[in-house]
């Protein structure tokens, strides 16, 4: 089965740094999912990648797919305290057939951004 | 325009009590599954359905059933709650568009559900 290994478990930082959250399958990817989700709600949608070295942004988060699609980099810059959450990576497998109806998650990872 | 909409949103259990969980959405998406989150587990499939009358099984389905008798509505049943059983329940969403991945999924707030 698809395994999703996030980093780092969590994440303090301070208002206005940068930081980066990891995600890894030990497989190939046909996608790759981004959300986040505020504590008791929720998971809010923030973008797809579907192609090796795709990047896309939403606000101030960019994510990245690399070339094997295996690995996907979710940045912030300039974190302000509306970022914080839990932000968890889900994927769709290689064989997944063209349909996202299974997709599965990783364990998250909580950000925390002091003010 | 209410998205996805879950209820209850706590409940206590006992051992072997049963119990439905809702779900209703009003954006007449034909995809509709549940998940559950786990501290340490992250989210888990454990149904899911690409229109009315059709479901299949997710990662844990056992212990629970569903059907899809409406686009609107899935609920989630819970014949003999057991303790493993609690956890935070997550109804999802999504246009059936086969071919097309680029959606993502709108959650309901979720259901904190405590089995003792």
């Known amino acids: 089965s698809q395994e999703l290994e996030q980093s780092p478990q969590s994440l303090i930082v301070q208002e206005g740094k940068n930081l980066t959250i990891n995600c890894t399958s030990s497989k190939t990817l046909y996608g790759l999912y981004w959300y986040k989700q505020k504590y008791g709600e929720g998971l809010i949608f923030l973008m797809m990648l579907q192609k090796g070295g795709e990047e896309k942004s939403h606000e101030k988060i960019t994510a990245k797919l690399d070339e094997k699609k295996q690995q996907s980099s979710l940045h912030i810059t300039a974190s302000q305290p509306s970022h914080a959450g839990i932000y968890l990576c889900?994927?769709?497998?290689?064989?997944?057939?063209?349909?996202?109806?299974?997709?599965?998650f990783g364990k998250g990872t909580l950000l925390t951004v002091n003010p | 325009n209410a998205g996805v909409t879950q209820t209850p949103k706590f409940q206590v259990l006992k051992t072997g009590q049963s119990m439905t969980l809702q779900c209703a959405q009003d954006m007449n998406h034909e995809y509709m599954s549940w998940y559950r989150q786990d501290p340490g587990m992250g989210l888990r499939l454990i149904h899911y359905s690409v229109g009315a009358g059709i479901t299949d099984q997710g990662e844990v389905p056992n212990g629970y059933n569903v059907s899809r008798s409406t686009t609107e509505d899935f609920p989630l049943r819970l014949l003999s709650a057991a303790p493993s059983q609690t956890s935070v329940y997550f109804c999802a969403t999504q246009p059936n568009l086969p071919g097309q991945t680029n959606y993502g999924y709108t959650f309901g707030s979720g259901t904190r559900l405590t089995v003792v």
């Open positions: 889900g994927a769709l497998p290689s064989n997944s057939g063209g349909s996202n109806y299974k997709l599965t």
